[in-house]
């Protein structure tokens, strides 16, 4: 999937897009030059997962962990022949293709895992801090900012999302690839 950005507030809303989509354990990778959002994205997922307080980069720090209570409820079942998934939350039905019988499915986020390896120089430095914990917790989901210095680290699922400058000065051009 591939979008443009004009400024930060595009960004953000894009963050938001992605936020809607995850699960919770799912691993984001966001890579990209000094200055090209990163940062920014991780933001609007944040708001987008229901965090309202201030999100900063952990560069110093490392890691950051991020607490919310994003909880949903989904009732899944058959009408028609045609799956349907409704989320409690959300009030608004998705079609889908999967179950046959009707469930109730919770879904509690409870963590965002913000890590930034801009400053380390050896990968151990995120096991040594207790980072590898947080991926694929289902409770959890991690965004990775210079994620390609610890790449040996994160789990194949990863979902790898490039920050590029385009062809404005406050344009950019966001790459997802995995799940």
Not at 138 to 162: A, F, G, H, M, R
Request: with cysteine; aromatic share 6%; charged share 30%.
């Amino acid at each position: 999937m591939r979008y443009i950005s004009h400024n930060e507030q595009d960004t953000k809303k894009i963050g938001k897009k992605i936020s809607a989509k995850l699960k919770g354990g799912e691993v984001l990778a966001l890579h990209g030059d000094l200055g090209a959002g990163k940062t920014v994205l991780a933001k609007g997922i944040a708001e987008g997962l229901g965090y309202k307080k201030i999100v900063n980069s952990p560069t110093f720090v490392l890691m950051k962990v991020y607490k919310i209570n994003c909880s949903t409820s989904a009732h899944t079942g058959k009408v028609n022949g045609v799956d349907v998934v409704h989320a409690a939350d959300e009030k608004k039905f998705e079609i889908r293709n999967l179950k046959l019988e009707i469930k109730k499915n919770p879904m509690i986020l409870k963590n965002i895992c913000h890590i930034d390896t801009y400053r380390i120089s050896d990968a151990r430095e995120i096991e040594d801090i207790g980072a590898l914990e947080f991926f694929g917790n289902p409770q959890t989901v991690s965004i990775v900012e210079w994620p390609e210095k610890i790449k040996k680290l994160l789990p194949q699922d990863t979902i790898w999302i490039e920050l590029k400058y385009g062809k404005g000065e406050n344009e950019r051009e966001i790459v997802i690839r995995g799940n």
